[in-house]
């Protein structure tokens, strides 16, 4: 795992339009997906375009934990997973540890993942993991799993304890309005046993696109596998085909790309980010329609979009199909023209840190008026925006996010920016890149 600089916080200078282009590095979502994917698969598998980051890495070291080799190449980019020492495992085996940091992703995974291949592990991670609810796919695993799973605290959050020798053949039942991870969790899992199954999702079900694309990585890696709408429920069907190892290429991050084109709507700029279009398995390409309403202008070709900045206004949106983009999002509304009303993400409180609460507390630092609600929040730009020392909460999109007002309002400090290295460790040297104009540390 990437040990972080100890630099105590960033402060970014304004500067006028951002004009420029960028490629920001591998998705996490993808690269976390196809992980997994490749190391239950048969044969081998090599990734292109991985994003290298302290999550990604927390994944790798877990896979390597039962005997799959990830070889790293050019640069953290290319990831060869060779399954051929994979291990036989048995719910006799004696106890694997994994630490798991505070990866949501990862831990999700792993559990379902691991229940389904069968052993013995107990997955653990930093303090904040051990506040992130996991209770609810702990019992949908626990009507199926042929063996034992429960949580090691009374709240329903990690660590984790499992021991399995696989899934019994059963329909499982998942709630869907804490995070799409848990069904995405059960979806990778389910080809691991080689038996058919069927998820139902119980209630509303957040953060949809997810859901797809981690379907899309599924059968890129030949699982068998069908979403059904119906009567305003959504199921999983799963065939019994396993996953086989294939060559498997990994778009940019779209989360990450958020903030440059943010960079471009805040300074009226123009930023291109290439290797992302209209048509990407990512929704939080969908930022840009958000922007679009926002008054920018935004263009799209065969491999890349572009933000063009214009005049802000305030606008009424429902983020829950993006919601990895609020923060983002609030930093944009501090220079429009009216409020922004953010709309169906409740489920952001339970995400590295209470992204609607902590969030309004360090816009109102800025000088914003925030309202809090229970699904969201509505952000009133102040006259007169104010410098501001903005504490992270160790939550990497804090950290980018908060960038973004540096580029406007001077004395802006950003504490713990080294928190990036979560999913983009580079993400203040691209954006020097991009901006031309260097930041201070301190």
């Known amino acids: 795992m990437s040990d972080r600089p100890t630099i105590p916080f960033v402060e970014v200078v304004p500067v006028g339009r951002v004009c420029g282009r960028i490629r920001p590095p591998g998705s996490k979502s993808l690269t976390n997906r196809a992980l997994i994917c490749a190391a239950f698969a048969s044969g081998n598998s090599v990734l292109a375009g991985a994003l290298k980051s302290e999550d990604t890495e927390v994944m790798i070291d877990a896979v390597r934990a039962i005997g799959v080799a990830v070889q790293i190449a050019d640069g953290g980019s290319t990831l060869c ?9 048995k719910i006799g085996d004696q106890r694997t540890e994994m630490f798991i940091a505070n990866s949501g992703t990862t831990i999700r995974f792993l559990t379902a993942a691991l229940s389904a291949f069968g052993g013995h592990y107990r997955l653990h991670g930093v303090d904040r993991m051990h506040q992130r609810p996991i209770g609810d796919l702990v019992a949908a695993i626990d009507g199926v799993i042929e063996g034992h799973i429960e949580t090691m605290s009374a709240d329903g959050c990690p660590p984790v304890l499992i021991q399995s020798s696989s899934w019994r053949p059963g329909e499982l039942s998942v709630a869907g309005s804490v995070s799409s991870q848990y069904l995405s969790g059960l979806m990778m899992a389910a080809p691991i046993t080689t038996v058919s199954s069927r998820i139902q999702v119980v209630g509303e079900l957040v953060s949809r696109p997810y859901v797809d694309m981690t379907a899309e990585v599924m059968r890129s890696f030949g699982a068998d596998i069908s979403i059904v709408d119906a009567n305003d429920c959504v199921s999983v069907e799963i065939g019994s085909a396993g996953y086989r190892g294939i060559d498997y290429s990994i778009e940019p991050d779209a989360s ?42 935004i263009r799209s070709d065969k491999n890349s979009i572009t933000v063009v900045g214009g005049k802000l206004v305030g606008i009424d949106v429902d983020m829950n199909l993006i919601s990895d983009t609020v923060q983002t999002l609030s930093m944009v509304a501090l220079f429009a023209d009216g409020p922004t009303r953010v709309r169906g993400v409740a489920h952001n409180r339970f995400k590295e840190t209470d992204r609607i609460g902590d ?6 630092k800025l000088g914003a008026t925030v309202d809090e609600h229970d699904d969201g929040m509505t ?48 993400y203040f040297a691209d954006l020097e890149r991009l901006i031309g104009h260097p930041h201070l540390w301190a």
């Open 81 to 89: 997973v060779d399954t051929s020492a994979r291990l036989v495992p």
């Open 256 to 297: 990450a790309a958020s903030y440059f084109w943010a960079a471009a709507a805040i300074t009226g700029g123009e930023v291109t980010v290439d290797g992302l279009t209209a048509n990407a398995m990512q929704g939080d390409v969908g930022f840009v329609d958000v922007l679009e309403k926002m008054g920018c202008k």
């Open 359 to 364: 969030l309004a507390c360090e816009l109102r």
């Open 379 to 426: 952000i009133h730009p102040p006259a007169t925006p104010t410098p501001a020392t903005l504490e992270t909460y160790h939550d990497h999109r804090m950290a980018m996010s908060f960038s973004l007002a540096g580029l406007r309002i001077p004395g802006v400090k950003i504490l713990d920016p080294a928190c990036t290295s979560k999913t983009y460790p580079d």
